[in-house]
């Protein structure tokens, strides 16, 4: 995942800017149960190696994004739209790439003249390859399991890591790794069958899936049952009204209780796999859900993991007989 700067303009003005985003990631990343094996600061963007938590990518970005926009604007006085568009985001199949991808992405800073070499890009705090390199600490960066690869003794596997590393200094730029090779463009997931029925099967754009054929294939064919899902949901008629009402009915509660707060358990259950239905059946935004609820977007976050723990347990359908 790349974000960059509007017309390639700085993101990080200053050390403070760099540590403001990473104490962002230190909260949010475990909040949103996200995973990041590889990440760098550069001047005017910045690379992440993420693999999303239960609700994906998109309420981390947000948060991650907005925040720290509004922040470096009041702290620089400036106004106006801080990165380029959206972030830029690859699908790549673990196996094939990750050890790949984590050495891209940690000499980046090198390339850039940030650093001058490996010594000194293991003392840079920006960037994931000072954990694996054992010169420093990062607790929402997954090191272990990047290291795991390498070996079973954390030493050894330091070494083997960072002789990687060091093979890669001469191998250059991997155009191939940022949007070249097995790409599609989807304009959003929920694009993906208009753009299938249309032919159009390799065009370049904002979301991209990096793999051998079947990976990509077998990423298409999941996007697209999603797609599917959610479409026959609103063919049926369904909307976060009915979804409550739905949900109401399997409680013994009125629909308009699932709007109020209250602690009792059955409310807070209903709650729960009211958020869950929305998210998961109707793709609503967890900040649409958090307007209507009165709740923070990190409190539905929870709500959506509790929900889903509460269908599987209780073996509750949205479209179905609540018995």
Same mark, same amino acid.
């Given at each position: 995942?790349?974000?960059?700067?509007?017309?390639?303009?700085?993101?990080?003005?200053?050390?403070?800017?760099?540590?403001? !985003?990473?104490?962002?990631?230190?909260?949010?990343?475990?909040?949103?149960?996200?995973?990041?094996?590889?990440?760098?600061?550069?001047?005017?963007?910045?690379?992440?190696?993420?693999?999303?938590?239960?609700?994906?990518?998109?309420?981390?970005?947000?948060?991650?994004?907005?925040?720290?926009?509004?922040?470096?604007?009041?702290?620089?006085?400036?106004?106006?739209?801080?990165?380029?568009?959206?972030?830029?985001?690859?699908?790549?199949?673990?196996?094939?790439?990750?050890?790949?991808?984590?050495?891209?992405?940690?000499?980046?800073?090198?390339?850039?003249?940030?650093?001058?070499?490996?010594?000194?890009?293991?003392?840079?705090?920006?960037?994931?390859?000072?954990?694996?390199?054992?010169?420093?600490?990062?607790?929402?960066?997954?090191?272990?399991?990047?290291?795991?690869?390498?070996?079973?003794?954390?030493?050894?596997?330091?070494?083997?890591?960072?002789?990687?590393?060091?093979?890669?200094?001469?191998?250059?730029?991997?155009?191939?790794?940022?949007?070249?090779?097995?790409?599609?463009?989807?304009?959003?997931?929920?694009?993906?069958?208009?753009?299938?029925?249309?032919?159009?099967?390799?065009?370049?754009?904002?979301?991209?899936?990096?793999?051998?054929?079947?990976?990509?294939?077998?990423? !298409?064919?999941?996007?697209?049952?999603?797609?599917?899902?959610?479409?026959?949901?609103?063919?049926?008629?369904?909307?976060?009204?009915?979804?409550?009402?739905?949900?109401?009915?399997?409680?013994?509660?009125?629909?308009?209780?699932?709007?109020?707060?209250?602690?009792?358990?059955?409310?807070?259950?209903?709650?729960?796999?009211?958020?869950?239905?929305?998210?998961?059946?109707?793709?609503?935004?967890?900040?649409?859900?958090?307007?209507?609820?009165?709740?923070?977007?990190?409190?539905?976050?929870?709500?959506?993991?509790?929900?889903?723990?509460?269908?599987?347990?209780?073996?509750?359908?949205?479209?179905?007989?609540?018995?």
């Amino acid at each position: 995942m790349i974000i960059r700067g509007i017309e390639r303009k700085n993101i990080f003005k200053d050390t403070a800017d760099k540590e403001n !985003l990473t104490e962002r990631l230190s909260r949010l990343i475990p909040e949103t149960q996200t995973l990041c094996y590889a990440w760098a600061f550069l001047s005017n963007h910045a690379h992440f190696l993420f693999r999303s938590g239960p609700d994906g990518l998109s309420g981390l970005m947000q948060r991650l994004l907005t925040g720290y926009a509004v922040s470096f604007n009041r702290r620089h006085k400036r106004h106006g739209q801080l990165f380029q568009n959206r972030y830029k985001s690859i699908v790549c199949q673990e196996d094939a790439y990750l050890l790949e991808l984590v050495r891209y992405i940690h000499l980046n800073p090198l390339r850039a003249g940030m650093v001058q070499d490996l010594k000194a890009l293991a003392d840079y705090a920006f960037s994931g390859h000072r954990l694996l390199a054992g010169a420093g600490d990062c607790s929402w960066q997954e090191g272990d399991y990047v290291l795991g690869y390498f070996g079973k003794r954390v030493s050894a596997a330091r070494k083997a890591y960072q002789d990687y590393v060091s093979a890669g200094m001469t191998i250059g730029r991997r155009p191939e790794l940022v949007g070249g090779g097995l790409v599609r463009s989807m304009g959003g997931w929920s694009e993906i069958k208009k753009i299938r029925l249309r032919g159009m099967d390799r065009i370049k754009g904002d979301e991209r899936i990096l793999g051998d054929s079947d990976f990509v294939e077998s990423v !298409l064919s999941e996007a697209n049952e999603t797609f599917d899902h959610r479409y026959e949901r609103k063919q049926q008629g369904y909307d976060m009204s009915r979804v409550a009402e739905r949900v109401a009915s399997i409680y013994g509660l009125d629909r308009d209780d699932i709007f109020q707060k209250g602690r009792q358990k059955d409310r807070v259950d209903a709650r729960d796999l009211f958020c869950f239905w929305c998210t998961r059946e109707l793709g609503l935004s967890q900040t649409e859900l958090a307007r209507s609820l009165g709740m923070t977007v990190p409190g539905i976050g929870y709500a959506v993991r509790r929900g889903e723990s509460i269908a599987v347990r209780e073996g509750y359908q949205l479209v179905g007989n609540v018995d």
